[in-house]
């Protein structure tokens, strides 16, 4: 006999606490099947992997813009809240929406790990589906732990049918909608 799922709470219940925690500005919270997860504030060298991502895709691809840290709609139904470490989508993307917005528009998301107890089944195993079930064409994530950049892409029906694995210092194609190569030379130097 299997247990059922139930949610902790209501996407609405959900939204009015994480706008409680936003004022303290200590920690984001997020909403993924169901469950409220707790995202710590960045460390420097997760800041710098970021910028590295960041700069890469503004060089390379004009008209698209990585927006930090957005609040997306995500899951099946859009009933869980994701704030990923950035999102690639077209200029002026998510002008007008409230906090969480519609994730239509976004071509890639890009997480990068913490070193906390619950980023492998928040970044490695939640996010994953979560972004897949969204029709996020690309999931990004930079894998602090294993020192590599995994690339999930061609979501269907809820799950990426693709993933591609390379250590830092490879080069990595980031496959369309985004088409580029993304350079992870220097990520050696921001992991433990």
Not at 40 to 58: F, K, L, N, W, Y
Not at 126 to 136: G, L, N, P
Request: aromatic share 8%.
């Amino acid at each position: 006999m299997t247990a059922e799922h139930r949610p902790q709470m209501s996407a609405e219940a959900f939204e009015a606490i994480a706008a409680a925690a936003a004022l303290r500005e200590e920690v984001d919270l997020e909403f993924l099947h169901g469950q409220l997860t707790v995202k710590r504030p960045v460390d420097g060298d997760h800041g710098e992997i970021m910028r590295c991502v960041a700069r890469q895709c503004i060089q390379r691809l004009p008209g698209l813009w990585p927006y930090a840290r957005p609040g997306l709609r995500v899951e099946l139904y859009r009933t869980g809240r994701a704030r990923p470490d950035c999102v690639l989508a077209p200029d002026e993307s998510f002008a007008g929406q409230g906090e969480w917005a519609d994730p239509a528009p976004v071509l890639m998301a890009v997480e990068v790990t913490s070193y906390d107890s619950d980023t492998d089944a928040r970044d490695r195993r939640d996010k994953v589906r979560a972004y897949a079930e969204t029709d996020i064409p690309v999931y990004l994530l930079i894998d602090r732990d294993s020192c590599e950049a995994l690339v999930y892409s061609d979501p269907v029906d809820g799950t990426y049918r693709s993933l591609v694995r390379r250590p830092f210092g490879d080069e990595v194609e980031l496959p369309a909608p985004v088409g580029m190569v993304l350079d992870t030379e220097r990520m050696k130097n921001w992991v433990r």
